[in-house]
Nanobody, 123 residues
Framework: QVQVVESGGGLVQAGGSLRLSCAIS????????MGWFRQAPGKGREFVAG????????YYGDTVKGRFTISGDNAKNSVNLQMNNLKPEDTGVYYC????????????????WGQGTQVTVSS
């Protein structure tokens, strides 16, 4: 079964940048859409960004478009999320996930999930 591991979370000031990484084992990213979700305390899990392992098509949630960039490296079975101009409302636990579907945006369309990494943006 596919395992997913995120890393790179931390504390950053508003306006700063952070880069998250995600690697999978037990599978190859070329067979999946890889997505990032986040969850703030008391809120549901929100789609942030995704990328197709088949054709490298990236796509984003409305709240992060223009600030975040997702990229993938099928040779490393990994994806990255470059987060720029961070805002306090970006704070939350960020999860990496893999889906057998093409460019899904909802939680229930993803098959494998990482443990999450905390991102905290201070004002």
């Amino acid at each position: 079964q596919v395992q997913v591991v995120e890393s790179g979370g931390g504390l950053v000031q508003a306006g700063g940048s952070l880069r998250l990484s995600c690697a999978i084992s037990g599978g190859t990213t070329s067979h999946y859409t890889m997505g990032w979700f986040r969850q703030a305390p008391g809120k549901g899990r929100e789609f942030v960004a995704g990328i197709s392992g088949r054709d490298a098509t990236p796509y984003y949630g409305d709240t992060v478009k223009g600030r975040f960039t997702i990229s993938g490296d099928n040779a490393k079975n990994s994806v990255n999320l470059q987060m720029n101009n961070l805002k306090p409302e970006d704070t939350g636990v960020y999860y990496c996930a893999a889906s057998i579907l093409y460019l899904p945006r909802t939680v229930n369309e993803y098959d494998y999930w990482g443990q999450g990494t905390q991102v905290t943006v201070s004002s």
